[in-house]
């Protein structure tokens, strides 16, 4: 899921300097993006881990954005750097909180 929101960012980052190839890549990202989310989380008896997923999209995004924002010539990527940082944060301290909250209850 990381990968796949790495894909998305640079997706968007370069989109103008693809050429006619951008539309077999944005149908390629639709397609395994639309799978993920109908077959994995709304599948009845599946048992993936649908937050588990979110929070590696997620993570993944903040990664990217951070990392990302050096090489981008992209002044909006930029922005994001700080924001994304704190989102790490955020999203691991509520991990951490989560698996000491469980492991207390159990």
């Not at 103008?16 to 993920?36: C, M, Q, S």
């Not at 881990?49 to 992209?74: K, N, P, Q, R």
Request: net charge positive; hydrophobic share 55%.
């Amino acid at each position: 899921m990381g990968v796949l929101s790495f894909q998305v960012v640079w997706f968007l980052t370069v989109w103008r300097h693809i050429g006619t190839v951008k539309y077999l890549y944005a149908f390629y990202l639709a397609v395994i993006t639309f799978t993920i989310i109908f077959l994995g989380f709304f599948y009845p008896s599946s048992s993936v881990d649908s937050w588990g997923h979110i929070g590696g999209f997620l993570t993944g995004l903040c990664v990217t954005l951070m990392l990302y924002g050096e090489v981008a010539e992209h002044e909006n990527i930029k922005k994001f750097r700080i924001p994304s940082f704190i989102g790490i944060i955020v999203i691991l301290g509520g991990a951490l909180g989560l698996a000491m909250l469980r492991s207390t209850i159990n």
